[in-house]
């Protein structure tokens, strides 16, 4: 697993030395010159799809860089498709801004999209989904749309997204779908605590997405990772408010992908509703998780630092089945810090498919009103080193 991690990272750093080296052949597109104007009661959609138009067809030699400059720029839903003859590169040092009407994006689902582009960064700069209007209706129990990610990439490889600042997202604020080899760095995401399913990064059917040094306060999942995805690297991660970083929910169909290969290192989780977990419905599925880890991170009053959920169900008719979802070789290790819960390790699995090759390694997590406990049920594996609370795996 190590190999592969190592070639993640270097294929990103790669990509972003291989751009600087090309920059002095770079066509540089300005917004504004193709009829943008600052200001959120002008549309400036348009003038962005011409500037994408422009920089997709460019065979200048080096990337196509189009610049959005300071101010706030309104943008309604906009599709940047592909396939493009170059890279590009999409600067913004100001604000995109969504519509205020939310059911001006429909059903749709995205906001801002990318599909079916390769070699494309997105660097710096805010988008600001507007989400207040949309929240609101959903909390009142209105007929209310879809809701729209933000920023979306669909079907596209080699993304880097650097230095980008999403707020007030309607729902998740970036969305990887059937990509490979995506960095996302130096990103800071957020939503109100109470603002419902606005995920910080959900990323499924996809591979090589490397995430590194984010901030992410939202009402949700800090980040989910959904069906298909596979040799995914997240690192150096501060989440909170949120709940913690989620791999499923999985086992929604019958035909399912599954997900391997996944490491979360190096992170925070700051009074977050879970801190890491695995959640999967009671319904028959072919779906799985294997080889999982998680590694050095700090628990800082989280409700469910360490959490296996396979009868998850927020909010609607339960199935109350057995999960299909096969969970194996799950590993927790040099976890530290303080749980809101006396329940601080829950490991609550299928019966039918109980969860097994579970690793406890040196964790030690305390609760603050009380002994901390752990609750198994169908889970077996091995503990290694200090585990507190005692462990409750079976052999």
């Known amino acids: 697993m190590a190999t592969n991690d190592h070639h993640w990272i270097f294929f990103v750093l790669s990509t972003l030395l291989l751009w600087f080296l090309e920059s002095s052949n770079a066509t540089y597109i300005n917004v504004v010159n193709y009829g943008a104007k600052a200001g959120t009661t002008f549309d400036s959609t348009t003038a962005f799809l011409k500037a994408w138009s422009s ?38 040092e100001g ?15 995205y906001w801002i999209l990318f599909r079916d582009v390769n070699w494309v960064s997105v660097s710096g700069g805010t988008l600001d989904g507007n989400g207040a209007p949309y929240w609101h209706c959903r909390r009142t129990g209105n007929n209310c749309p879809a809701g729209a990610r933000s920023i979306s990439f669909s079907w596209s490889n080699n993304v880097v997204i650097n230095g980008l600042r999403s707020i007030n997202s309607q729902r998740m604020h970036i969305s990887v779908d059937h990509c490979k080899n995506v960095l996302i760095e130096e990103v800071k995401i957020r939503a109100p605590a109470g603002s419902p399913n606005t995920d910080g990064i959900n990323v499924q059917f996809s591979s090589g997405v490397n995430i590194s040094h984010a901030t992410i306060m939202t009402g949700d999942d800090c980040i989910s990772i959904g069906q298909g995805t596979r040799n995914m690297w997240v690192q150096h991660v501060a989440c909170g408010p949120g709940h ?33 977990r695995i959640k999967s419905w009671a319904q028959p599925s072919n779906g799985y998780a294997r080889d999982i880890v998680f590694r050095n991170l700090i628990m800082e009053n989280a409700y469910n630092p360490i959490i296996i ?7 609607r008719e339960c199935p109350h089945q057995n999960s299909g979802v096969k969970i194996s070789r799950v590993s927790y290790e040099d976890i530290k810090g303080t749980s809101a819960s006396p329940v601080a390790i829950n490991f609550h699995c299928s019966s039918s498919n109980p969860c097994w090759g579970i690793t406890l390694q040196d964790i030690r997590l ?29 052999h």
């Open 55 to 92: 920089a997709c067809k460019s065979s200048s030699g080096g990337p196509a860089r189009i610049y959005v400059p300071k101010g706030r720029f309104l943008i309604k839903q906009v599709s940047f498709t592909g396939p493009c003859r170059n890279k590009i590169e999409l600067e913004i």
């Open 95 to 109: 604000t995109l801004v969504a519509p205020s009407d939310y059911w001006s994006v429909g059903n749709s689902g």
């Open 244 to 276: 913690g970083i989620s791999i499923g929910s999985l086992g929604s169909y019958l035909e399912e992908a599954g997900v391997e290969n996944i490491t979360v290192t190096s992170s925070v989780f700051t009074k977050t509703q879970n801190g890491v």
């Open 309 to 315: 959920d396979q009868q998850y169900c927020p909010g």
């Open 366 to 394: 305390t609760y603050l009103k009380g002994s901390a406990t752990s609750s198994c049920s169908n889970a077996a594996g091995t503990n290694t080193g200090l585990v507190i609370p005692k462990s409750c795996l079976t």
